[in-house]
């Protein structure tokens, strides 16, 4: 079943703390929540943490450089 993949895909897939964000791309907590807050960075609530889907991360670069 292709929703199953597809489903299971989504599950799988790596998720960033800021701190990974910021160790990648060489900039502060303060730019990623101006990402998030000012430029539409998509982020995944989890139970007390924020995460980012790799995925949102890396389409959300392309289209910010």
């Known amino acids: 079943n292709d929703t ?3 489903s299971q895909e989504k599950k799988s897939e790596k998720l960033l703390r800021v701190k990974d964000i910021q160790e990648r791309y060489g900039v502060s907590r303060q730019t990623v929540n101006n990402w998030i807050n000012k430029h539409g960075l998509q982020v995944q609530h989890t139970p007390g943490n924020v995460r980012f889907k790799e995925s ?8 910010f450089k």
């Open 56 to 63: 949102d991360v890396l389409e959300f670069m392309e289209k």
């Open 4 to 6: 199953e993949g597809a």
